[in-house]
């Protein structure tokens, strides 16, 4: 039996990034939402009131940056700030989609790190420790002198498909290019599926093309996992890609479902079986739509916030 949070030091906020995500993970945990207004001034500024004392208080702040992305941004530091001036005694960030981490080195000259900058602000506001899930790349974790819990999805969508039965030398668990392979490889070990991989190249930003598929997809059903769907390209291409080599059909899963622009038309449109997703990104009347699967990752951001405030080993979560 677990140890409740009711009365106790324990104090959950949210912007407006995803409030139905912010909603389900204190329903998991069995506390209310704090209450704080974040809207703008007339003057489109963002405008921050917290509504309850906070003084000496473990905080948790959970703020997705996502669309509209520099929004959610400014709320989550403005927040913290809030936060900060208020007393409380930890301010953790629970950042279920951390943004701007493409941008996590320089490839050509004269280009910025946006997402050591992010994490500068961060710390900067006030936060003292990061919760986050599947950052696009591992190395934005050291971009932070403070604690960061980086946790994975991927027990979350193993569990979907394992529950669909579609484990077994049949199936075959794509990566969609070389920055994936080690996801994929756990993916499809968790499975008991075997493992191919694409080369991807990007002519241009949000463009990529297909350059070859490593490994074997012929008369077999193929998974596609992903960490986000952006525009769509990549799994889209991927998809075409692999049907052409023979594959039976073609799942998809990611963890964050960003889906730019006609994104979710253009796998609407596509031959793909269907695409499953995690809640870090609220997506509106997602749930409604046949091919989308939503898994919350609610539980596992709950349990991460449970076991801090307890200064429980959150180890577990990883396995
Ligand atoms: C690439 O590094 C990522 O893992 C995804 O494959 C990519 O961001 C997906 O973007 P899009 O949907 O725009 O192709």
């Known amino acids: 039996m677990k140890e409740s949070l009711i009365n106790k030091d324990i104090k959950i906020f949210t912007g407006n990034s995803n409030l139905v995500l912010a909603k389900a993970i204190c329903k998991y945990l069995g506390i209310t939402l704090g209450k704080a207004i974040t809207s703008k001034f007339s003057n489109e500024e963002i405008q921050v009131k917290i509504e309850e004392n906070v003084r000496g208080m473990e905080t948790f702040v959970i703020q997705s940056i996502s ?4 929004d959610n941004l400014m709320e989550l530091l403005i927040i913290v700030d809030a936060l900060s001036r208020s007393s409380a005694r930890r301010i953790t960030a629970v950042i279920p989609y951390f943004g701007y981490a493409k941008q996590e080195k320089k490839t050509i000259g004269r280009e910025p790190i946006s997402a050591k900058l992010v994490a500068n602000l961060i710390t900067t506001a ?3 420790r990061v919760i986050t899930i599947d950052l696009h790349a591992a190395a934005i974790q050291g971009f932070f002198d403070i604690p960061v819990d980086n946790l994975y ?9 394992m529950k669909k039965k579609l484990v077994n030398s049949k199936i075959v668990v794509v ?18 599926a075997s493992l191919a991989i694409i080369f991807k190249r990007r002519p241009q930003p949000d463009v990529s093309e297909v350059i070859e598929v490593v490994g074997e997809v012929k008369n077999k059903t193929a998974i596609i996992i992903d960490d986000m769907i952006s525009t769509g390209g990549t799994l889209v291409h991927a998809n075409n890609a692999i049907l052409n080599l023979g594959a039976k059909e073609v799942y998809a899963c990611a963890t964050h479902p960003i889906f730019a622009g006609e994104s979710i038309s253009l796998i609407k449109n596509s031959s793909i079986k269907e695409v499953v997703i995690t809640d870090t990104i609220q997506i509106a009347d997602l749930k409604s739509k046949p091919k989308f699967t939503v898994l919350s990752v609610a539980p596992l951001l709950g349990e991460a916030i449970y076991r801090n405030f307890f200064n429980l080993s959150v180890s577990k979560l990883f396995s």
């Not at 999805?153 to 498909?161: D, K, V």
């Not at 969609?176 to 070990?189: C, H, N, Q, T």
């Open 67 to 70: 669309s509209p992305v520099n």
């Open 175 to 192: 990566s969609p290019d070389a920055g994936g392979v080690a996801r994929a490889r756990s993916f499809a070990e968790r499975l008991n």
């Open 153 to 161: 999805a991927l027990p979350i969508l193993s569990a979907y498909f």
């Open 126 to 128: 006030g936060v003292d």
